[in-house]
């Protein structure tokens, strides 16, 4: 949409919908950062109100902005006069919302943010929003109890809310009369085990229980929650592989993502994923696991992606054997590493990414540096690398895409065979811009991202700017440069 055409349309807007409501507040067209919907929004956040202004008109606005005041009661029919699709009464001291709070927002309001307040369940003023999809209780500190159906009459909702709070109790059908949630949020509230009233959420697709206190998986821990996509439990105090039941995961047949990042497990816990069979993805990352043996991994018949960062695994033999037909993509971040495991690598047949970040290998990469490997995508990101050699990835596939970004590169000389390398990032490197580096864009093989850091001239300029490739045309005229090269995987 051509910046006219915007223009146009926001005149329309304004022109077509009164202000329902008096100053302080302002009305404004914006753009939704995420869906780049043009809105109108009545904007009366952080102007210290203590009372839902008055709403006249009845006028249909897309969002409410009421969030930063001090209002703690949200009386009944407060948003009589006006029709909205969203509300933001968040950081407000908020206590109270009366039952018929939101009279006449029944049928149309769909996002509610209510984080950063003073609320406690029930909240009357919920339970007729029968359209209600997102739902955001966010930091109520005195909420601590989820009492049953406090949510009931929500047939809508599909995003639930309710991290940081110092919830302890959870009472027999808490989340009865949510047949559409798909989304719950129980990050970081002082949970030491997962509530058994979860059981009646069978839509549910994504759960997060990150930063608690839970200290055991027992047997069919998820039971009932078998459309379960996502499960997240990092950080959490499971300290020793025994403290997760083998039959904990029991029932999430449809599970794609599990999250133990900083679970200081210590070894992996045996038969736990066996019933995992589509699992895609697994994050072990900083869990103390010494070894990883045949038979870890059993069940993972889906396994693509594996995150075994910031452990000091001892590679060995066999260790990836249960999922070498599947695993494709690898993070051995801060491993210690100071060559890469190349013989235990290459039993993984279907691998193409390697992640070995902010490991301690040469400053200086040497010959042949992953021979024997065929992936075509490689991560050398926060070593301090000073120099490469052209010799240096010989034996991968091409293109290969390789990521150097947060070193200390200067030079890209390396880049000799100029169909070897399909993207390259050395972005935070102190790259020196000359005609060699103005040769490789030109081949049109190469995509390079980065930025200059010398000559003079150069710097701050991205090696893909227009700028960057009109002084450089200038500055290399006399220089041979290449034109578009053929290559054959092109």
Same mark, same amino acid.
């Given at each position: 949409?051509?910046?006219?055409?915007?223009?146009?349309?926001?005149?329309?807007?304004?022109?077509?919908?009164?202000?329902?409501?008096?100053?302080?507040?302002?009305?404004?067209?914006?753009?939704?950062?995420?869906?780049?919907?043009?809105?109108?929004?009545?904007?009366?956040?952080?102007?210290?109100?203590?009372?839902?202004?008055?709403?006249?008109?009845?006028?249909?606005?897309?969002?409410?902005?009421?969030?930063?005041?001090?209002?703690?009661?949200?009386?009944?029919?407060?948003?009589?006069?006006?029709?909205?699709?969203?509300?933001?009464?968040?950081?407000?001291?908020?206590?109270?919302?009366?039952?018929?709070?939101?009279?006449?927002?029944?049928?149309?309001?769909?996002?509610?943010?209510?984080?950063?307040?003073?609320?406690?369940?029930?909240?009357?003023?919920?339970?007729?929003?029968?359209?209600?999809?997102?739902?955001?209780?966010?930091?109520?500190? @005195?909420?601590?109890? *989820?009492?049953?159906?406090?949510?009931? #009459? %929500?047939? $809508? &909702? /599909?995003? +639930?809310?309710? =991290?940081? !709070?110092?919830?302890?109790?959870?009472?027999?059908?808490?989340?009865?009369?949510?047949?559409?949630?798909?989304?719950?949020?129980?990050?970081?509230?002082?949970?030491?085990?997962?509530?058994?009233?979860?059981?009646?959420?069978?839509?549910?697709?994504?759960?997060?229980?990150?930063?608690?206190?839970?200290?055991?998986?027992?047997?069919?821990?998820?039971?009932?929650?078998?459309?379960?996509?996502?499960?997240?439990?990092?950080?959490?105090?499971?300290?020793?592989?025994?403290?997760?039941?083998?039959?904990?995961?029991?029932?999430?047949?449809?599970?794609?993502?599990?999250?133990?990042?900083?679970?200081?497990?210590?070894?992996?816990?045996?038969?736990?994923?066996?019933?995992?069979?589509?699992?895609?993805?697994?994050?072990?990352?900083?869990? @103390?696991?010494?070894? *990883?043996?045949?038979?870890?991994?059993? #069940? %993972?018949? $889906? &396994? /693509?992606? +594996?995150?075994? =960062?910031? !452990?000091?695994?001892?590679?060995?033999?066999?260790?990836?054997?249960?999922?070498?037909?599947?695993?494709?993509?690898?993070?051995?971040?801060?491993?210690?590493?100071?060559?890469?495991?190349?013989?235990?690598?290459?039993?993984?047949?279907?691998?193409?990414?390697?992640?070995?970040?902010?490991?301690?290998?040469?400053?200086?990469?040497?010959?042949?540096?992953?021979?024997?490997?065929?992936?075509?995508?490689?991560?050398?990101?926060?070593?301090?690398?000073?120099?490469?050699?052209?010799?240096?990835?010989?034996?991968?596939?091409?293109?290969?895409?390789?990521?150097?970004?947060?070193?200390?590169?200067?030079?890209?000389?390396?880049?000799?065979?100029?169909?070897?390398?399909?993207?390259?990032?050395?972005?935070?490197?102190?790259?020196?811009?000359?005609?060699?580096?103005?040769?490789?864009?030109?081949?049109?093989?190469?995509?390079?991202?980065?930025?200059?850091?010398?000559?003079?001239?150069?710097?701050?300029?991205?090696?893909?700017?227009?700028?960057?490739?009109?002084?450089?045309?200038?500055?290399?005229?006399?220089?041979?440069?290449?034109?578009?090269?053929?290559?054959?995987?092109?």
């Amino acid at each position: 949409m051509t910046p006219s055409v915007v223009l146009l349309a926001v005149m329309a807007i304004s022109s077509s919908i009164a202000c329902p409501v008096q100053p302080p507040c302002q009305c404004k067209n914006q753009t939704d950062p995420y869906t780049l919907k043009l809105e109108y929004i009545v904007d009366c956040s952080s102007l210290g109100l203590t009372l839902v202004p008055k709403f006249t008109g009845g006028e249909t606005v897309d969002k409410i902005l009421l969030n930063g005041n001090r209002i703690v009661k949200v009386s009944n029919g407060s948003f009589t006069g006006v029709t909205t699709g969203a509300i933001d009464l968040s950081s407000n001291g908020l206590q109270i919302i009366a039952a018929g709070a939101f009279k006449g927002l029944e049928k149309s309001l769909t996002d509610l943010q209510l984080s950063t307040n003073n609320l406690i369940l029930p909240i009357p003023g919920l339970l007729r929003l029968t359209a209600l999809k997102t739902l955001n209780l966010d930091y109520n500190l @005195n909420m601590r109890t *989820i009492y049953t159906k406090s949510f009931y #009459g %929500l047939t $809508s &909702l /599909t995003k +639930l809310v309710l =991290s940081r !709070n110092f919830i302890n109790r959870f009472e027999h059908g808490a989340f009865e009369g949510l047949p559409a949630l798909t989304e719950l949020s129980l990050f970081a509230c002082d949970l030491q085990e997962i509530p058994s009233a979860l059981s009646s959420l069978t839509n549910l697709q994504t759960l997060k229980f990150d930063l608690n206190f839970i200290t055991k998986l027992p047997a069919n821990a998820f039971r009932g929650l078998s459309n379960l996509k996502y499960l997240e439990l990092s950080r959490n105090a499971l300290t020793s592989p025994d403290q997760i039941d083998a039959d904990a995961f029991k029932g999430l047949d449809n599970l794609e993502k599990l999250n133990l990042f900083y679970d200081k497990l210590g070894n992996v816990p045996k038969h736990a994923f066996s019933y995992l069979k589509n699992l895609e993805y697994l994050d072990l990352s900083y869990t @103390n696991i010494a070894q *990883i043996v045949s038979g870890d991994l059993a #069940g %993972l018949n $889906s &396994l /693509t992606q +594996l995150d075994i =960062s910031g !452990n000091s695994v001892h590679f060995q033999p066999g260790m990836f054997s249960d999922v070498s037909k599947t695993l494709n993509y690898i993070l051995i971040r801060s491993n210690g590493l100071t060559a890469l495991p190349i013989p235990v690598l290459q039993e993984v047949k279907s691998l193409q990414w390697i992640d070995a970040a902010l490991s301690d290998f040469p400053k200086d990469l040497p010959a042949n540096f992953a021979s024997g490997l065929s992936i075509n995508r490689l991560s050398l990101m926060w070593m301090n690398l000073t120099s490469i050699r052209p010799d240096t990835f010989n034996g991968l596939a091409s293109p290969l895409h390789l990521d150097l970004d947060s070193n200390a590169l200067r030079s890209l000389d390396f880049v000799t065979d100029l169909c070897q390398f399909g993207y390259i990032s050395v972005s935070e490197n102190p790259i020196v811009c000359d005609c060699h580096v103005y040769n490789i864009t030109q081949a049109q093989t190469t995509t390079l991202d980065g930025t200059c850091a010398s000559p003079p001239a150069y710097k701050g300029l991205g090696i893909r700017s227009d700028e960057f490739q009109r002084k450089a045309k200038e500055d290399c005229k006399n220089q041979h440069i290449v034109g578009p090269v053929k290559c054959p995987w092109k």
